[in-house]
């Protein structure tokens, strides 16, 4: 099974690199040609060396209008040669770089689309490594890999056939080495395979390593933790040490030293092979020169290609991570015209579990009409944010379980139900930029749109005391501003695109309570203009909601207004309210 699994990949990923090899068939036909002509002028120098040994050097003929041509080709075939190889690196790199941005985009593109359930179990630090070092290793196969062994290849072939020309029997002799360097690559691949798929694995778990410990690194410092992070850190760094290791210590026995000790057993052979030759009054001593000059080009390439195949090796096994992440499944919506138009939200017995016999939700089932403001509560894992999460159809809800002015939200398009529903969440996201970037979020939308968004959320005072107004630029996770701001401009960023229905996600947990207050007042104002589910921890602040859902182990255990809910003698929604009050007293007293 594993077998079968491991082939299928290592085939997809072939398919997925050679697609660029062949996309652009001017570049590679432009590559291919220059290569082509870079081998025959490099293949000539020994043969012009050949003849002024044999016809001038030996015979002591020194035809000065003959050498002088014999040296202007020499020179014109070395400045040829040189020029050709420039071309032909240029093609090759440009055809890698082509292919690394698209599978970088390919990658990042598909990225954004993965369903939410997919992020549940990723790890961040990983997929940093795959769309960036893994996409640049496979660069590798284009520049390092593909360029070399192809133009090694044709040199050796252009090698082979003057050497046959010149001498079959001393060709046959050298000949020997390309079975040899055949199974010493075989070897290789079968020894270096799993190190370096290991080692790969271990660089991905040293970034996330890292991108972990930097994310959290208040909590680090403050449970006092950075030596056990340190100790975490040096035991992944370790064993990726020892995965290199192993990869250089097979790279270092079965490349380079191979090919060298074969080539000198084979320079032994052709001398003992020219020695017969002088016996018999046979040789040539410029064919002695060509050969000597051709088997040192001859072994060259075959070092070549042997040692690139490390590099092989390293852009397979990143080609198979990154083909692996595309290949993922992303979450699809209906191309549909269907729109969020007036508000109108039904949920009618609603199911939902992440892990089969393991329910999150069950016959969960509500209304709310256009301008309702709903609010859910519940201790800590009784659903609330993944009702919200199926709401949004981050996750596929059954069929028909969910429907949007009367329509299934598996009806509507990724784009319209975006522009339908907005979200508060309880951690607001804030990009490196302005503050109209970061509520424009790259919709284009008007500045009165966003100035009247701005008033909504009571962030206009905010942008009267900064010089720049949306002009400002944040700094990464907007540092300029408050929490609480923070908060008020990711309420901002939802209502500039006037949606119909608002989820808000505890969205006032993390602020003081002055700013709490400005929400509140910004959430009253919108009451009755936009549907609003909010899910909230603080019950104090959603005595005005119209219905109160009262979730506990995924079910809806209350509901009413908050004055029926209090009403209840021994109510849930009555003793998580009472017990919050005591606690807001208790902390006043103190």
């Known amino acids: 099974m594993n077998a079968d699994h491991s082939q299928n990949s290592r085939r997809g990923t072939f398919k997925l690199l050679s697609g660029y090899i062949y996309g652009d068939k001017a570049l590679l036909s432009r ?21 002024f040994i044999d016809d001038y050097l030996m015979p002591r003929n020194f035809d000065t209008q003959a050498l002088v041509l014999l040296l202007g080709c020499y020179l014109l075939t070395q400045v040829a040669a040189a020029w050709l190889r420039y071309k032909q690196t240029m093609h090759f790199t440009t055809m890698a770089l082509n292919a690394v941005q698209d599978i970088r985009q390919r990658a990042f593109r598909h990225v954004l689309n993965l369903p939410m359930a997919y992020f549940d179990h990723a790890r961040i630090g990983q997929l940093v490594s795959r769309i960036t070092n893994d996409t640049e290793a496979i660069k590798d196969l284009y520049v390092q890999f593909l360029s070399v062994v192809m133009s090694n290849l044709i040199l050796l072939i252009g090698i082979l056939v003057a050497m046959a020309l010149l001498d079959l029997q001393l060709m046959l002799a050298s000949a020997l080495l390309i079975p040899t360097v055949v199974g010493v690559i075989y070897l290789y691949e079968k020894f270096s395979g799993p190190a370096v798929q290991h080692s790969r694995h271990l660089r991905s778990e040293i970034n996330a390593n890292v991108s972990e410990s930097i994310a959290g690194m208040s909590v680090l410092q403050a449970t006092n933790q950075q030596q056990r992070f340190v100790e975490q850190f040096d035991s992944i760094n370790d064993d990726y040490y020892r995965a290199r290791i192993r990869t250089i210590k097979v790279s270092a026995f079965l490349l380079r030293p191979a090919i060298d000790l074969l080539s000198v057993l084979i320079l032994v052979a052709i001398i003992w092979i020219f020695g017969l030759q002088v016996t018999a009054g046979v040789a040539e001593v410029g064919v002695l020169y060509a050969f000597l000059n051709y088997l040192g080009r001859f072994t060259e390439p075959l070092a070549e290609i042997t040692q690139r195949f490390n590099l092989y090796q390293q852009a397979m096994v990143a080609g198979d991570r990154v083909h692996t992440l595309i290949e993922e499944s992303e979450q699809h919506y209906r191309d549909t015209q269907a729109q969020v138009t007036q508000g109108h939200l039904s949920v009618d017995q609603l199911d939902f579990a992440y892990q089969a ?23 800590t894992g009784s659903g609330k944010s993944t009702l919200l999460s199926l709401l949004l159809n981050f996750y596929p809800a059954p069929p028909g379980s969910i429907r949007l002015d009367n329509q299934p939200l598996d009806d509507f398009s990724h784009d319209n139900l975006r522009q339908g529903i907005g979200l508060i969440p309880q951690e607001p996201f804030i990009v490196a930029g302005s503050i109209r970037d970061n509520i424009d979020m790259g919709r284009d939308l008007p500045e009165a749109e966003l100035l009247r968004a701005a008033s909504q959320a009571h962030l206009s005072d905010t942008l009267a005391q900064l010089p720049e107004g949306l002009e400002t630029q944040l700094g990464e996770g907007g540092t300029r501003l408050s929490t609480g701001q923070r908060q008020q401009l990711v309420i901002a960023r939802a209502l500039a695109a006037s949606p119909q229905i608002l ?84 902390e006043m007293l103190s």
């Open 503 to 586: 989820l808000l996600d505890e969205a006032t947990a993390n602020v003081d309570s002055e700013t709490e207050q400005v929400i509140q007042r910004a959430l009253k104002e919108l009451h009755g203009q936009v549907t609003m589910i909010i899910v909230a921890h603080r019950l104090s602040t959603i005595k005005h909601a119209d219905q109160i859902l009262v979730l506990s182990h995924g079910q809806i255990e209350e509901r009413g207004t908050h004055g029926q809910l209090m009403a209840e003698e021994d109510g849930l929604y009555r003793s998580m309210y009472q017990l919050q009050q005591q606690a807001k007293r208790v």
């Open 31 to 51: 590559a291919t040609l220059f290569l082509l002509l870079a081998t025959a002028a490099d293949v000539l120098g020994p043969f012009l060396g050949k003849v």
């Open 357 to 379: 016999n393991k329910p999150v939700l069950q016959n969960i089932s509500f209304e709310l009409n256009p301008g309702e403001l709903y609010a859910v509560v519940g201790h």
